[in-house]
């Protein structure tokens, strides 16, 4: 690795200034580029998780719902529990 780097060094030197300054350049816009797409990977992440803990609440409160209505309570109880209105549990039931 070391000598890649001097290797590299040694052809970067080897250029005329304009060349270097373009290549200097480009190496910022990729770096900015780069860094652009790190920010979005990291974000695109961080939003799964967020849905994913969302539909994973989600599914528990219709469990707790079902499991409710499977003990026979009534629907605004099993809402109650469940933390769903008691139009989603309704839905639930008639899926039942």
């Known amino acids: 690795k070391t000598f890649e780097k001097a290797y590299q060094q040694l052809e970067y030197n080897s250029y005329i200034p304009s060349e270097r ?4 350049e480009s190496n910022d816009v990729f770096s900015s580029f780069k860094g652009a797409i790190n920010i979005a ?5 961080e939003r799964g998780r967020v849905e994913g803990r ?10 707790a719902a079902v499991n409710a209505l499977k003990f026979g309570l009534s629907v605004d109880v099993a809402a ?7 139009g989603d549990v309704l839905k639930i039931k008639s899926e039942c």
């Open 54 to 63: 969302e539909e994973g609440l989600r599914e528990a409160k219709i469990e």
């Open 80 to 86: 109650k529990i469940s933390g769903l209105t008691e």
């Open 41 to 45: 990977r990291t974000d695109g992440m």
């Open 21 to 24: 300054k373009a290549i200097d």
